[in-house]
Nanobody, 124 residues
């Protein structure tokens, strides 16, 4: 089993920044693909981006348009989501997830372990 715990969410004004963290325990994330998803009220869960075993990002450029970046510290078994230039459309619950396969998937059902989510609210 792998436990994932997100943190860093909160209330921020439009144009501001937040950095979310996702700490893993139970298993090391080194050989796992880890991803961020988000779910706004009344909407489907949306792929934000993922980072592979080599540290390469694959981002949902349609929604984050270069404003978000993902990184991770394998020594700390922690993944990060740096979010800049936030706008109210970014308001959602943000989840981290892990997948033990060689490639990134944008489909949430392909991820085995999930965190409980952290709320991000962007005010206008």
């Amino acid at each position: 089993q792998m436990q994932l715990v997100e943190s860093g969410g909160g209330l921020v004004q439009a144009g501001g920044s937040l950095r979310l963290s996702c700490a893993a325990s139970g298993r090391t994330i080194t050989n796992w693909i880890t991803a961020w998803f988000r779910q706004a009220p009344g909407k489907a869960r949306e792929f934000v981006g993922a980072i592979n075993r080599s540290g390469e990002n694959e981002m949902n450029t349609d929604s984050v348009k270069g404003r978000f970046t993902i990184s991770r510290d394998n020594a700390k078994d922690t993944m990060y989501l740096q979010m800049n230039d936030l706008n109210p459309k970014d308001t959602a619950v943000y989840y981290c997830a892990a997948r033990y396969m060689p490639c990134v998937s944008r489909n949430s059902i392909e991820y085995k372990f999930w965190g409980q989510g952290t709320h991000v609210t962007v005010s206008s």
